[in-house]
């Protein structure tokens, strides 16, 4: 059975920093994964999906990469805003898992102005 | 662009009392999936529908039953409520989600359910 960890569960930094969440996954036999951001009480707004063919996906002032063999997702965020406060999710769905979504616990980011 | 509803946004229930949530995918998509999220927990796979046939199922409860209807939207029944059914209820959907298609799978804003 898949299981995603996501460290560090929380994070607080400054304006302006760059900052990286980490992601790994048991299961290498990935079809994608996928990093979402949760704001309190909200829904999941989807970042960045990467194939398991790919090595790493940008958008904006997030980069995301994947390495399979190792199990390692890694979310880059540069030049960090307080408007980037929010959980931090990623998830994969496995070749052996059907169509779903195994989720990480999240990282709760704050970025202080 | 058009984005996956859910309805209603919040619902309150007594124990015992039964609850439908209704899901409509963005346009196009074929696949449904529905997932609950606890407080302080990560969202958890109930079950998924791809061309109106159930395709995969996660932790559903038997109280649980949903369907996929032949516009592609999707209904959650839960029966028999119990305090901890109350949580976060995402929908998502997809296109195209067979084999190693990419299938990104976008999420609806949720329906919270508080079971009292």
């Known amino acids: 059975k898949q299981e995603v960890t996501q460290i560090p569960a929380a994070l607080s930094v400054p304006e302006g920093e760059n900052l990286v969440l980490n992601c790994s996954f048991t299961?290498?036999?990935?079809?994608?994964l996928q990093w979402f951001r949760q704001d309190p009480g909200k829904g999941l707004t989807s970042l960045l999906l990467?194939?398991?063919?790919?090595r790493e996906q940008t958008s904006g002032r997030l980069n995301a990469s994947l390495d399979k063999s190792s199990g390692r997702s890694t979310l880059y965020i540069a030049a960090s805003q307080p408007g980037d406060s929010a959980t931090y999710l990623c998830?994969?769905?496995?070749?052996?898992?059907?169509?779903?979504?195994?989720f990480g616990g999240g990282t709760r980011l704050m970025v202080k102005p | 662009a058009a984005g996956v509803i859910q309805s209603p946004r919040h619902l309150i229930k007594e124990k015992r009392e039964t609850a439908t949530l209704k899901c409509y995918p963005i346009?196009?998509?074929?696949?449904v999936y529905w997932y609950q999220q606890g407080p302080g927990q990560d969202p958890q796979f109930l079950i998924s529908?791809?061309?109106?046939?159930?395709?995969d199922k996660g932790s559903i409860p038997d109280r649980f039953s949903a369907q996929q209807f032949s516009d592609y939207h999707s209904e959650l029944n839960m029966s028999s409520l119990e305090l901890g059914d109350s949580a976060l209820y995402f929908c998502?959907?997809?296109?195209?989600?067979?084999?190693?298609?990419?299938?990104?799978?976008?999420f609806g804003p949720g329906t919270r359910l508080t079971v009292l």
């Open positions: 998502a959907s997809s296109f195209g989600a067979r084999g190693r298609l990419v299938a990104e799978q976008f």
């Open positions: 299961d290498s036999a990935i079809y994608n």
């Open positions: 998830a994969s769905r496995g070749e052996n898992a059907g169509n779903m979504l195994t």
């Open positions: 990467i194939q398991s063919s790919q």
């Open positions: 346009p196009r998509h074929d696949t």
């Open positions: 529908f791809y061309e109106k046939m159930q395709s």
